[in-house]
């Protein structure tokens, strides 16, 4: 059988997948719809403005002796800026790095140091942390401040001047080149509980087909979590953690009206949500129950917003606290070094508002169009999908990082067998749902088994009186290891409940067999705070450390 080769006309466009592309449709369909920057003074431009500005900073940017390959660094809050530097950077052929602004000081001078950048986009709330470390970088040759006042750029050699003047002075046009889709466009840091933050990169090529994926997963679901054309769009995940989950491109690529809220402040959020009629979001667990805990959540009406939630597992008692208040919430799942969604959990439209309707959206989810997802045991060999035999998650998409910037031997790891390993466990029902049972390393080995902290959490969430929880491992001369449990209560029941009324929760499961009884915790920890990283996960590894000692 021979195979025929590709007849390409000389002439022909060879159209690489650049991010460039993602605006072609929104300019021709909705050059008028609104972006909206929540910070003060609010500011709104319109998708043809945003364009113009694209080119203004990418002229202003090579005026700064930028070069493809260059890295560009940014540390902002989540703004209409952030929104241009997610295009022009990368349209420039340089490399956009997302500068997680929660990391420590000294973490901060790593990851710019390690990832070579070479101009920085500062914010100007971050301009004494700059001051601090600005003498340990290596490599880092001009400034442009970021500010919502009339901040002046500090004076001196490595200040070009601030962004907005910057930008009024550029030129309105600029033809930004074809180049090789695979060509770095990203760079941003793993927010890992252990070591130095790993550097995590994506292509043009894995950045747009990230985002014609999650736009065809969204778009595909028959009513419950679609997102469409006429929705609002409005990141609650930081702009600088994951490209806030590729939900800005997925946005603007559709053309939907944007609006980006500055700092995380609950009623700040919900008078964007009433004021610009906010209908799509996603955020980690922590940042819904803030929202929906701030006073001003009972004046709102929140019955038309879809949230996607990721980054921590979501317990059932906070999606029925959610849809009490009419909030479409589902499950998505991913991670840093997936770019980062690999699922959605869709509820079927013969299921919606049904018995199974709350534990179908705590779900990890089915997989987007192109994701080969497998649970697997430790031969690499498939775990049966019946919804209990559990293995480890093991995934393959044409948009997963290839490795960690300048880490040979962790990239090799993160690809043992030709998968990408997630060091999540967890089970495949008949109907494909994907349930994540718990972190490889945050499983409780005890009694001979294994034991999911994240289903003793989600046990305890269903105490009235209970805010948060979280179950760590701690070791024991006998089982090896035993369940700890930290709970936060709500504010008004401090001291109104015993340890013994959680922990009876849990017997009471494990009596059912609903779990183990190695699952029941000796130890019930009344704390007022639980430990969590720069973007809002749970850090059990410093919870462990704390109760160790």
Request: glycine share 8%.
């Amino acid at each position: 059988m021979s195979v025929h080769p590709i007849d390409r006309t000389p002439q022909a466009y060879g159209y690489p997948l650049l991010i460039k592309q993602l605006l072609h449709a929104a300019l021709a369909s909705h050059p008028d719809q609104e972006i909206v920057s929540g910070l003060q003074p609010q500011r709104r431009h319109s998708y043809r403005e945003l364009n113009q500005r694209i080119q203004r900073l990418g002229n202003t940017l090579r005026e700064l002796g930028l070069q493809a390959g260059n890295t560009v660094a940014v540390m902002d809050w989540d703004s209409h800026r952030y929104l241009e530097c997610f295009f022009a950077v990368p349209m420039l052929g340089c490399v956009l790095q997302t500068v997680n602004v929660r990391l420590s000081p000294e973490q901060i001078a790593y990851t710019l140091n390690h990832a070579q950048a070479d101009v920085l986009l500062v914010h100007s709330d971050f301009l004494p942390v700059l001051k601090q470390i600005r003498g340990d970088l290596t490599t880092l040759a001009r400034c442009v401040l970021l500010t919502d006042d009339d901040t002046p750029a500090p004076r001196g050699p490595g200040f070009a001047g601030e962004y907005e003047a910057l930008l009024a002075q550029a030129a309105p046009q600029y033809e930004f080149p074809d180049f090789d889709e695979n060509a770095r466009a990203t760079t941003f840091y793993t927010t890992g509980t252990t070591g130095v933050p790993k550097g995590v990169y994506f292509s043009h090529r894995q950045l747009v087909l990230h985002t014609l994926a999650t736009t065809a997963g969204l778009a595909l679901a028959p009513q419950q979590g679609r997102l469409h054309r006429d929705d609002v769009y409005m990141p609650l995940t930081p702009m600088f953690h994951v490209h806030a989950w590729g939900l800005p491109y997925v946005a603007t690529m559709a053309g939907l009206k944007q609006v980006y809220p500055g700092r995380y402040v609950p009623d700040t959020i919900l008078r964007l949500i009433a004021a610009e009629k906010v209908t799509f979001s996603h955020c980690v667990p922590t940042i819904l129950h803030m929202v929906l805990s701030a006073p001003l959540a009972s004046d709102v009406d929140l019955s038309q917003w879809k949230m996607i939630i990721g980054g921590s597992a979501m317990t059932s008692t906070l999606a029925q606290t959610a849809r009490a208040h009419g909030i479409d919430v589902f499950t998505g799942y991913g991670m840093s070094e997936t770019c980062p969604i690999l699922s959605l959990a869709h509820v079927p439209t013969a299921e919606l508002d049904g018995p199974n309707d709350i534990a179908i959206r705590v779900k990890t989810g089915r997989p987007l169009p192109l994701v080969a997802l497998r649970t697997v045991d430790g031969d690499m060999q498939d775990c049966p999908h019946d919804g209990h035999r559990t293995g480890e998650v093991v995934v393959r998409a044409p948009w997963l990082t290839q490795g960690y910037l300048h880490n040979a031997e962790a990239s090799a790891a993160l690809w043992e067998g030709g998968w990408l390993h997630t060091q999540d466990i967890g089970h495949i029902d008949a109907q494909g749902y994907l349930q994540v049972t718990d972190r490889i390393k945050d499983v409780i080995k005890t009694g001979g088994e294994w034991v999911s902290s994240l289903e003793i959490e989600e046990i305890i969430a269903r105490h009235p009186a209970v805010a948060e929880t979280a179950v760590i491992a701690v070791k024991d001369a006998k089982w090896g290891e035993r369940p700890v449990a930290l709970v936060v209560l709500k504010p008004d029941q401090d001291g109104q409940v015993r340890a013994d009324e959680i922990r009876a929760l849990v017997a009471a499961a494990a009596q059912d067999g609903v779990i183990s009884k190695f699952a029941v915790p000796d130890h019930i920890e009344f704390v007022t705070e639980l430990a969590r990283t720069s973007v809002g996960k749970l850090n059990k590894r410093v919870m462990r450390e704390r109760y160790t000692g």
